[in-house]
């Protein structure tokens, strides 16, 4: 398969390092930037897959066809391949907002968007990615987000010897509002520190050499200083997160996005002299710096994982065939889940694995049968035998409902989950269970048929082999993932350095093509085969200089995550379409061979090739531990099962929500809130906590209205379609219609009449149910309208909307949306190929869609931030009306100057300014507002006509 031929421009070396992990080739357009014109290789050296080019050779490239994609990394870039029709991505690396005060806050940022969206709009095959959620917030913007990763093989063997502060950026002074210099400067105060990269402007600022230099930095300080400031930027940075990686403990001022916990992987606080005194604490205790950064490496490798970050971008590139996660925080970060698990007990199993990394972080109980000693003695397992345990609850009955109640008093279940163990056993009432459902089939490659009629009973199905994901969705299996299998490193991890073996195999010897390659390892080297289990296996690879392994029906199976995991060399087969080299990289982390002729070279050469045979071992036990243990693989799951609004009344008690993503949409410096529908007052308790003042709540549910009071200011029961509200007008800085407007009667009057309570500057957050989703219009085709107790198609449902409809209603009610975001099915990003516009369901095909079209119809719920429409703009001419009617031309102009400084590019107002400051003699500011106002409409008659009078008259010497 080709793979794709990216086109990128060189602004930053180290996410260029980043995206060169994706295995694609690319050519980077060099800049100037930092005051110097090329790749920085002191930085980053060039990868070995990315060929540096001047712009005159990326136009003769565009018109070769050479291009499969184009990544831009500003507005520059864009305009520069606008007019290509090749595929672009277009990625944001700042704040929208931040980028508006560097410039002097010489933009209004509504103009600009503006002017973006008709850009995006005349720009063919764009799509928009943001590095972070609070980017995409700020730019109000659709797209994907891609958060960084960070391979923790490059960043380790911290040493913290040298007893000083690491800081580290490129324009430290210039970018004081979002790198926090000035607070640095602060915290430090006559502490040791240093600082590393382009700061011309700070004496002692030092360049390294290379990136060795770079990492031996990090290596040798002793802790590392972080300001990223709020609002201006992340709570981190890719500098804190490689110095976290290589086990460097951080100090960092508070922000909500950072992941730094105080005393826990490092020490937080908005106190800078808190942070003062724990970074001398840190100079002083050297254990105290080595124990946080390990937690802190710990953390990295948890949330930021480079596996993540390569297939979300190979998504996005649209690699064919290549299904991935969706971006989103685990389950595991924020809720302790009771889960019932069965399975047939066998201690060898994915399941038992599964089970045991389970239980490390939630609450298990386990049903089911196990594994008798008829079938221990036919499978040749008797060695194991003792290994084998019964469940906490033996299984007794298919019946599930019988089995709900054998479980603890008032320990009711989040999550039934169904892993596939070699031996099946009926279960009935699936459907009864009171959470969600979720089965975990392995074998599928083995069990198509059946495997696809067990998945008809589970809410959620998960394949341990990809390829066979369309096969489920043609039957209209929609919600069904990859997720595949892994190792555990307690029971995997090396056993020893001795190699007994030059070739060691461990497994079934049923398959004639196996059992003939094996034999002829066998014949030209030491082969030691061994039917064995859990440790023992692990010994014998461990044991062996090589393990070798050929996929049946081209399975990825667990042999190659627990080779790998036992630090000798793989050889294996591709298994195409497995997903192993989306994973693993050929000659760097294992070795594979094409056909018989190529097995036998490659294990003659890497026998005798020690050096690089102990190197891509090593390098490749490094990825597996890092990467695919099963704890990585219950988080990728429970993330994908509980990271949507609930589709089904039983997920979730509909008025105990927490709603992070509409708390995410709110203002920082909110203090006045209405709710309407607040149900418990579960959100509002979370933003009174916050810092909000004041959260009322309005609740049509009499019960649900009692226990809403111990959680709020104030709750008002009733329907806010027919009751009066005593509020002054301008009275709230937000309100916020969670799942309300799509249950009343006409939602257009009540946006009108709650918004003459907002204030000036206030918000409305609303989130709303998208009917065009694809789950409704299959249902319609069937010639179905089913409702349910929640989600898209809930019973109390009065009115239904589209994304245009939404539009709509808040342009009607005078609300300007200023964001819009959603919350997505999983489907949509296991997608294999969401740019081809055409996409298949039941008995739907659609094709000639854009991508934004395609991509709506995954949409469940979309989220709205919405401000008065115009109302900043009639107050200012209202008050340079009044004025100047007086005759108080001062007044009126700093009225205008006022407004100017967050509306810096209003073309009306500029022009008012210039008249004003034309009537008072200031001949210098008119002519910069004038200048300013011809950048956007350079052919504007009253402006140049003002211009030409203001020149004239200076040039007679009038105003000077």
Request: net charge negative; with cysteine; aromatic share 10%.
């Amino acid at each position: 398969m080709k793979l794709p031929y990216i086109l990128t421009f060189n602004w930053h070396e180290s996410y260029i390092h980043l995206l060169a992990k994706t295995g694609y080739e690319f050519d980077v357009v060099e800049r100037w930037k930092g005051g110097r014109y090329g790749w920085m290789k002191e930085f980053r050296p060039v990868p070995s897959n990315c060929r540096l080019i001047s712009e005159d050779e990326a136009r003769e490239g565009l018109k070769s066809g050479r291009y499969d994609r184009i990544l831009a990394h500003n507005i520059n870039d864009l305009l520069f391949v606008k007019e290509w029709l090749t595929p672009k991505v277009l990625i944001f690396h700042n704040k929208l907002s931040t980028e508006i005060a560097l410039g002097g806050n010489s933009v209004d940022k509504n103009e600009y968007l503006g002017y973006l969206r008709q850009l995006f709009d005349t720009t063919k095959n764009l799509s928009l990615v943001f590095i972070s959620k609070a980017k995409r917030d700020d730019w109000g913007l659709d797209g994907e987000i891609i958060l960084p990763g960070i391979d923790p093989s490059e960043y380790n063997g911290y040493a913290g010897d040298v007893e000083k502060v690491l800081r580290v950026g490129n324009g430290l002074k210039e970018r004081d509002i979002m790198l926090g210099y000035s607070m640095q400067e602060k915290i430090l105060n006559g502490l040791p520190s240093s600082i590393i990269g382009l700061n011309p402007t700070i004496a002692d600022s030092y360049i390294p050499q290379s990136w060795d230099e770079f990492r031996e930095f990090m290596r040798s300080y002793r802790a590392y200083l972080n300001t990223t400031v709020a609002p201006y930027e992340d709570g981190y940075n890719l500098a804190m997160l490689e110095a976290m990686t290589t086990g460097m403990p951080v100090v960092s001022i508070a922000n909500l996005s950072s992941p730094i916990e105080d005393g826990i992987n490092g020490f937080l606080s908005a106190d800078e002299g808190y942070l003062r005194k724990r970074t001398e604490e840190l100079l002083k205790d050297l254990s105290l710096a080595e124990t946080l950064g390990q937690r802190a490496r710990e953390t990295v490798m948890d949330r930021f994982p480079m596996e993540r970050f390569i297939r979300d971008w190979k998504r996005v590139i649209g690699d064919s065939g290549f299904l991935s996660f969706p971006e989103q925080t685990t389950v595991t970060e924020s809720k302790k889940l009771k889960i019932l698990m069965s399975y047939t007990s066998n201690p060898q199993t994915t399941a038992a694995y599964m089970e045991k990394a389970l239980r490390k972080s939630h609450d298990v109980i386990t049903f089911g049968p196990r594994i008798d000693d008829k079938i221990l003695k036919e499978w040749n397992m008797e060695s194991i035998k003792d290994r084998v345990r019964e469940h906490d609850i033996p299984y007794f009955t298919a019946d599930l409902r019988e089995v709900l109640q054998r479980l603890p008093k008032e320990w009711s279940p989040d999550l039934f989950l169904w892993v596939e163990s070699g031996i099946s056993y009926p279960m009935e009432a699936i459907e009864s269970l009171p959470c969600p459902s979720a089965c975990y089939l392995i074998d599928t490659h083995l069990n198509l048929d059946r495997h696809i009629g067990i998945a008809r009973d589970f809410d959620h199905v998960f394949l341990a082999q990809r390829s066979y994901i369309p096969r489920f969705r043609d039957v209209g299996i929609e919600r069904v993932f990859w997720l595949p299998l892994a190792c555990d490193p307690e029971t995997h991890g090396r056993k020893t350095e001795k190699k007994l073996y030059d070739i060691g195999f461990v497994g079934s010897l049923t398959d004639p093509k196996r059992v003939d390659m094996l034999n002829k390892l066998g014949s030209r080297f030491n082969l030691h085969c061994e039917r064995c289990f859990l440790e023992r296996m692990t010994e014998v690879f461990s044991q062996s200089k090589i393990v070798f392994n050929n996929s049946i029906k081209d399975d990825l199976n667990m042999r190659v995550f627990e080779a790998m995991a036992s630090g000798s060399l793989l050889l294996t087969d591709e298994a195409k379409g497995s997903g192993l080299t989306e994973f693993f990289q050929d000659r760097k982390h294992l070795v594979i061979y094409r056909d018989e002729k190529e097995l036998l070279r490659l294990a003659e050469y890497y026998l005798e090739n020690i050096d690089g045979r102990e190197k891509i071992a090593s390098e490749g036990m490094e990825e597996v531990l890092n990467r695919h243990t099963y704890k990585h693989r219950i988080s990728e799951m429970l993330s994908m099962i509980f990271s949507l609004p609930s589709m089904d009344a039983k997920d979730r008690d509909y008025f105990s929500q927490e709603r992070k993503d509409i708390e995410a949409l709110i203002p920082e410096d909110t203090m006045r809130i209405l709710e309407v529908g607040c149900g418990e007052g579960i959100l509002g308790k979370r933003l009174l906590k916050k810092g909000a003042k004041e959260v009322i709540g309005i609740e049509i549910n009499p019960e649900i209205c009692k226990r809403a009071v111990r959680n709020l200011s104030g709750v008002i029961c009733g329907d806010i379609e027919e009751m009066e509200l005593s509020f002054d007008e301008k009275s709230f800085d937000c309100i916020i219609f969670a799942d309300v407007l799509e249950h009343l009667r006409n939602p257009l009057l009540a946006l009108k009449k709650l918004k003459s309570y907002l204030s000036p500057s206030g918000t409305v957050v609303a989130s709303i149910p998208n009917v065009r989703y694809y789950g409704v219009l299959d249902m319609v085709v069937e010639g179905r309208w089913k409702y349910e107790d929640c989600g898209i198609l809930d019973k109390t449902h009065l009115r239904f909307f589209t994304k245009k409809e939404i539009e709509s209603l808040f342009n009607e009610a005078g609300l300007e949306i200023i964001g819009i975001t959603e919350n997505m099915n999983p489907a949509y990003y296991n997608l294999n190929d969401p740019l081809s516009g055409e996409i298949s369901f039941g008995r739907v095909s659609l094709k000639g869609l854009s991508p934004e079209e395609l991509k709506d119809l995954f949409v469940v719920q979309y989220l709205i931030k919405a401000q008065k429409a115009g109302h900043e703009i009639q107050k200012v001419h209202d008050t340079v009306k009044f004025a100047v009617e007086a005759g108080n031309l001062e007044e009126a102009n700093r009225a205008l100057e006022e407004y100017l400084e967050s509306h810096p590019a209003d073309t009306d107002i500029l022009y008012g300014h210039a008249d004003v400051c034309c009537k008072l003699g200031l001949s210098d500011k008119a002519m910069e507002s004038l200048e300013r106002l011809l950048i956007f409409e350079p052919e504007r008659n009253d402006a140049l006509k003002l211009r030409r009078k203001i020149t004239e008259e200076v040039n007679a010497n009038k105003y000077l």
